[in-house]
């Protein structure tokens, strides 16, 4: 077993001595994501739009009911678990992390999980504030099965019906039964069902499971309660554990014991959706688009393994997910940012100068912020996210967890030092792509680089039967072409791992950042120093990757001098990168750029397409010129950019 692959998670006997402080060594494991089909269908169309425009009244308050289902007699092969919580301890169940019992006590403890994780996003603006109902009982009971609302076969028009009944029946049995909740004085809505979830049916053996989701209904179909008052239309849904099929395998003479699984994750990322955010993985496929570099992707999927006393292995998963990045952050919170200087636009910072950029994973205090990201144009629709991602931004070599309930959730990141009460920090980035050195600490990150391009968020959609139109973004399908993404990350070593289902690395790779310097590994792969050879010290239109438009078309800014990882990095952006610059005004921002050609008419030639129309601008005489003029063309209209082959070759 390398060392450079094994995440080991230690629970020491000081360690529970020790306010349930956990001590972590991290590797490069992922569960691969899984999707139900059909339930990018549940999310009503303009539902984003809606929530960014809406009044953010009651936006920091968050409503989850806990709900049973009718008990199973006989026990339904097709979904785990009898339709009712585990409210008992479970001596069968090894592990700490997610251990039954799984009560009111316990649910609110991974909500307060919820809690710190989106202070950290928010960098301490945004405090969540959620009750947890019922009080007086285990669950609110719905009238049928698990299986009936979740029926194994059922078409997708079958599937959105019993959720959609799921939904409001859920939330009209909690308000028949609990007259003091009110329902009004909550922004967001949650519901935890008992069981466990269909992403995390790895055996394929409980087809009935509930999926975790998002769901937004139309007029007419939401939960109507406080007394036809209140018009409950959206609600994130959640498992009450995402452990089951529970395996075991021997490596190296060491027994692995997998299919444990925390909340933490799967909550992060619902919520999320209730916040505002997207999917960004291929909504169509469950292909990974952005990889683990957002939660909104593959981000909760990181596995930690904890050491048993017999000296077996546990691997774990979801419990320290990574932190959204810039674009999802900046749905939620970017007028916050911009008040506190934590993002910046341009032209509202300086170029030609030496910019700082402190890690995303840095507790900042005080006045006096860093910026966390930099907003940069490519064009009128596409530009650029500069951010900086540290796994270990303190630089103690690791991050150790806080947890509650004799370990069974935990709660949030804390430093390695002895602090008594342990204290919260922002390291939920200590399991992205980095290097590992031979004493197991973890050194890597640097500056990532988003790509947006918000004509396919915006202008791109489809049309349903009804002839209503909805943009990518509405229709939470902003990733679901390979060569045509709404949100990409720029890969610094030039290789587009991520979203490749021939990639090995669909997580990403400790290459995928910005930094000066290259690392220096021993023969085992461990990380040793940062040598002298350049890595990706600047991202510009000639280097590669290529800072261009998706038409490969230049932008008039650049990335340079940019230094190596650490909690506060430094970089420049750059402008007039060209010796001489010549303008050609067509008066019309629709238009195409095709690549330089050779042409029997002049050496190298550009040709611009606009409307039926194309032009060539050719290189003569040490300038470009449109020597030629306009001339009529048949062509199809193109929404991509044009491409070249050699024919003879």
């Known amino acids: 077993m390398k060392k450079n692959t094994i995440l080991i998670f230690f629970v020491l006997v000081a360690a529970l001595l020790s306010a349930q402080k956990m001590f972590l060594q991290k590797a490069q494991q992922f569960q691969k994501l899984a999707e139900h089909p059909y339930q990018n269908q549940l999310i009503q169309y303009n539902f984003r739009q809606d929530l960014l425009k809406k009044d953010k009244t009651n936006f920091n308050r968050l409503l989850v009911i806990l709900v049973d289902f009718a008990e199973?007699?006989?026990?339904?092969?097709?979904?785990?678990?009898?339709?009712?919580?585990?409210?008992?301890?479970?001596?069968?169940?090894?592990?700490?992390?997610?251990?039954?019992?799984?009560?009111?006590?316990?649910?609110?403890?991974?909500?307060?999980?919820?809690?710190?994780?989106?202070?950290?996003?928010?960098?301490?603006?945004?405090?969540?504030?959620?009750?947890?109902?019922?009080?007086n009982m285990p669950a609110y009971t719905l009238p049928k099965s698990m299986g009936y609302y979740n029926p194994p076969g059922a078409s997708s028009e079958l599937f959105v019906s019993r959720m959609e009944e799921y939904f409001k029946t859920a939330f009209e049995t909690a308000d028949s039964i609990d007259e003091e909740i009110d329902f009004a004085s909550y922004g967001h809505y949650m519901i935890i069902h008992s069981g466990s979830d269909w992403q995390h049916d790895i055996m394929g053996d409980t087809p009935s499971d509930l999926p975790s989701f998002f769901i937004k209904v139309g007029d007419g179909k939401e939960a109507v309660v406080d007394n036809g008052t209140v018009l409950i239309s959206h609600s994130c849904n959640v498992p009450e554990t995402i452990s089951q099929d529970f395996y075991e395998n021997e490596e190296n003479g060491t027994i692995i014991h997998s299919g444990f699984g925390a909340l933490n994750a799967v909550i992060a990322h619902e919520f999320g959706h209730s916040l505002g955010m997207v999917d960004l993985y291929n909504v169509y496929n469950s292909s990974p688009m952005v990889g683990v570099f957002d939660i909104m992707d593959s981000g909760g999927s990181g596995i930690l393994i904890d050491e048993l006393d017999n000296g077996d292995l546990v691997y774990v998963e979801g419990a320290l997910p990574t932190l959204p990045g810039a674009f999802s952050r900046n749905l939620m919170f970017r007028d916050s940012y911009l008040e506190r200087g934590l993002l910046k636009e341009f032209p509202d910072f300086n170029t030609m100068t030496e910019l700082s950029l402190s890690a995303i994973s840095a507790m900042q205090n005080g006045n006096d912020l860093v910026p966390h990201t930099y907003k940069i144009p490519l064009n009128s629709k596409e530009y650029i996210l500069v951010e900086n991602r540290n796994v270990d931004p303190d630089g103690d070599g690791g991050t150790a967890v806080f947890g509650a309930l004799d370990g069974r959730v935990i709660l949030y990141p804390t430093p390695f030092e002895d602090i008594s009460p342990p204290p919260p920090t922002y390291e939920y980035d200590y399991l992205l792509p980095s290097f590992m050195k031979a004493n197991g600490s973890a050194i890597g990150g640097g500056i990532l680089v988003w790509h947006i391009n918000e004509a396919i968020l915006y202008d791109e959609g489809q049309t349903d039967s009804s002839g209503n139109w909805t943009s990518n973004f509405d229709a939470n399908t902003v990733n679901t072409g390979f060569y045509h993404r709404g949100v990409s990350v720029i890969e610094a070593d030039g290789l587009t791992d991520l979203g490749s289902n021939y990639s090995m690395y669909w997580t990403g790779t400790p290459y995928e950042y910005f930094h000066k310097y290259k690392p220096i590994l021993d023969t085992n792969g461990l990380f040793v120093n940062w040598s002298q050879e350049p890595w990706k010290p600047e991202l510009t239109a000639v280097t590669k990757p290529p800072l261009v438009d998706s038409f490969n078309v230049p932008g008039l800014y650049h990335l340079k001098e940019i230094g190596n990882p650490a909690k506060k990095m430094s970089f420049k952006v750059e402008s007039g990168s060209f010796d001489t610059t010549q303008i050609f005004d067509y008066a019309t921002s629709s238009f195409i750029i095709g690549p330089v050609i050779k042409t029997g008419f002049n050496e190298d030639n550009i040709p611009v397409l606009i409307d039926n129309k194309m032009f060539l601008l050719s290189y003569w005489d040490n300038e470009w010129q449109d020597i030629i003029g306009e001339f009529v063309t048949n062509f199809p209209r193109s929404d991509f950019p044009l491409q070249k082959v050699d024919l003879n070759t």
């Open 72 to 135: 199973e007699y006989p026990d339904d092969p097709n979904t785990t678990g009898n339709g009712k919580f585990q409210l008992e301890p479970d001596s069968t169940y090894i592990y700490s992390v997610g251990a039954p019992p799984h009560n009111r006590e316990y649910f609110e403890a991974n909500l307060e999980a919820l809690k710190y994780y989106y202070l950290a996003v928010s960098a301490g603006a945004y405090e969540l504030h959620y009750d947890v109902y019922p009080k």
